[in-house]
T-cell receptor
Framework: DTGVSQDPRHKITKRGQNVTFRCDPI?????LYWYRQTLGQGPEFLTY????????KSRLLSDRFSAERPKGSFSTLEIQRTEQGDSAMYLC???????????FGPGTRLTVT | AQRVTQPEKLLSVFKGAPVELKCNYS??????LFWYVQYSRQRLQLLLR??SRESIKGFTADLNKGETSFHLKKPFAQEEDSAMYYC????????????FGTGTSLTVIP
């Protein structure tokens, strides 16, 4: 297990298109988090899962964003009808339990043109 | 509301000089605080957490609940310490999601 992985690493899309990102957490980790990071800012929480259940979503997350974690393993984050403001680094993290260290993936950099 | 403030976006020190990266937080509950580091072209990784009270790579951080601070310190900076440092708060009342500061970019001048 080489840690949290994310795919793709880079994505360029045109405004209005849909995109989907994948995150594979460390295998024994129950918690999975999604964050967004823009230039000059720290990571900003989007949503998290406990196994397959999505327990919380940020109020900043618009209806165009949806996330799933089927079977409590990998997770996907979909953005529909992308806007230029969606351009950011999308980070995934996992942890064994609540309050434990979060291990981060390398991120997916999204550019919306 | 939970908030983490890192007042310095950029910090430069000479090699061998002491370094302190400031972090202040606001949280009504009992906080769990972390420092994460991101070296060039690498992913975010944990540097230390207040609960473990250990020193990692010569860095220490003490939680001061009275001043609501969790400053990161190292007595003698090394060139390999140059990186982006993020202070993070884990809030138990919101599923232990992390609240990150905006980060401090540390440059150690040889």
């Amino acid at each position: 297990d080489t840690g949290v992985s994310q795919d793709p690493r880079h994505k360029i899309t045109k405004r209005g298109q849909n995109v989907t990102f994948r995150c594979d957490p460390i295998s024994e980790h129950n918690r999975l988090y999604w964050y967004r990071q823009t230039l000059g800012q720290g990571p900003e929480f989007l949503t998290y899962f406990q196994n397959e259940a999505q327990l919380e979503k940020s109020r900043l997350l618009s209806d165009r964003f949806s996330a799933e974690r089927p079977k409590g393993s990998f997770s996907t984050l979909e953005i529909q009808r992308t806007e230029q403001g969606d351009s950011a680094m999308y980070l995934c993290a996992s942890s064994f339990l609540a309050g434990y260290e979060q291990y981060f993936g390398p991120g997916t950099r999204l550019t919306v043109t | 509301a939970q908030r983490v403030t890192q007042p310095e976006k950029l910090l430069s020190v000479f090699k061998g000089a002491p370094v302190e990266l400031k972090c202040n937080y606001s949280y009504s509950g009992s906080p769990e605080l972390f420092w994460y580091v991101q070296y060039s072209r690498q992913r975010l990784q944990l540097l230390l957490r207040h609960i473990s009270r250990e020193s990692i790579k010569g860095f220490t951080a003490d939680l001061n609940k009275g001043e609501t601070s969790f400053h990161l310190k190292k007595p003698f900076a090394q060139e390999e310490d140059s990186a982006m440092y993020y202070c993070a708060l884990s809030a138990s009342n919101t599923g232990n999601q992390f609240y990150f500061g905006t980060g401090t970019s540390l440059t150690v001048i040889p």
